[in-house]
């Protein structure tokens, strides 16, 4: 089966930096995604990799390693509003547009 | 553009009842797909479709029907519901099946069956 492991919660302070890891054992790989999605809200796409490496995009960065199918979110100088659940999805071989998603980390941001 | 719009925000059902929820978008995208998301489970794929008249089953298809007549709709069916399928909801559109294209998700349709 397909396994996407997340850490379910995590609290930093406001203006900090903050890494949220994702690890998989998927049968195949074609890209990995990340999602922000605040409370009663939609997902939004705020990353996408498929080769290692780190992405950068303003605040946010995305880290992949497919020989250690492991990714990482980092956000930096955090704010308030970045409070949300972060969602971690890949996609498998064969599987088109498919998504598979992780359970999500609760990022709490306090003062 | 309006982007992936979806009705109703909010629907109760008795055991039983069937309803449609309503999925369109107005990007001219080509895939469409129906995720649930419940407590703990994080979103899992009901059904997609790869362009008009074609739909296959996801990972959780069962008791959910669906038809893509348009590009622009996706229309999700509950033909007997049952509490079990109290849940939110996500449509979500890309403009290909290509490798990374981003998906975009409609605000979602929060469903409650009693």
């Known amino acids: 089966g397909q396994n996407i492991d997340q850490p379910t919660e995590m609290t930093a302070t406001e203006g900090a930096i903050v890494q949220i890891n994702c690890t998989y054992q998927?049968?195949?790989?074609?890209?990995l995604f990340w999602y922000q999605q605040h409370a009663g809200e939609a997902p939004t796409f705020l990353s996408y990799?498929?080769?290692?490496g780190l992405e950068e995009k303003g605040r946010f960065s995305s880290f992949l390693s497919r020989s250690k199918g492991y990714s990482y979110l980092l956000l930096k100088e955090l704010q308030m509003k970045d409070s949300a659940s972060y969602l971690c999805?890949?996609?498998?071989?064969?599987?088109?547009?498919?998504?598979?998603f992780g359970t999500g980390t609760q990022l709490k941001v306090e003062l | 553009n309006a982007g992936v719009t979806q009705t109703p925000k909010f629907q109760v059902l008795k055991t039983g009842q069937s309803m449609t929820l309503q999925c369109a978008q107005d990007?001219?995208?080509?895939?469409m797909s129906w995720y649930r998301q419940d407590p703990g489970m994080g979103l899992r794929l009901i059904h997609y479709?790869?362009?008009?008249?074609?739909?296959d089953q996801g990972e959780v298809p069962n008791g959910y029907n669906v038809s893509r007549s348009t590009t622009e709709d996706f229309p999700l069916r509950l033909l007997s519901a049952a509490p079990s399928q109290t849940s939110v909801y996500f449509c979500?559109?890309?403009?290909?099946?290509?490798?990374?294209?981003?998906?975009?998700f409609g605000p979602g349709t929060r469903l409650l069956v009693l």
């Open positions: 479709s790869v362009g008009a008249g074609i739909t």
């Open positions: 999805a890949v996609i498998l071989t064969g599987g088109g547009n498919k998504l598979t």
């Open positions: 990799n498929v080769l290692d």
């Open positions: 990007m001219n995208h080509e895939y």
């Open positions: 998927t049968s195949g790989f074609n890209g």
């Open positions: 979500a559109s890309s403009y290909s099946t290509g490798w990374g294209e981003t998906q975009y």
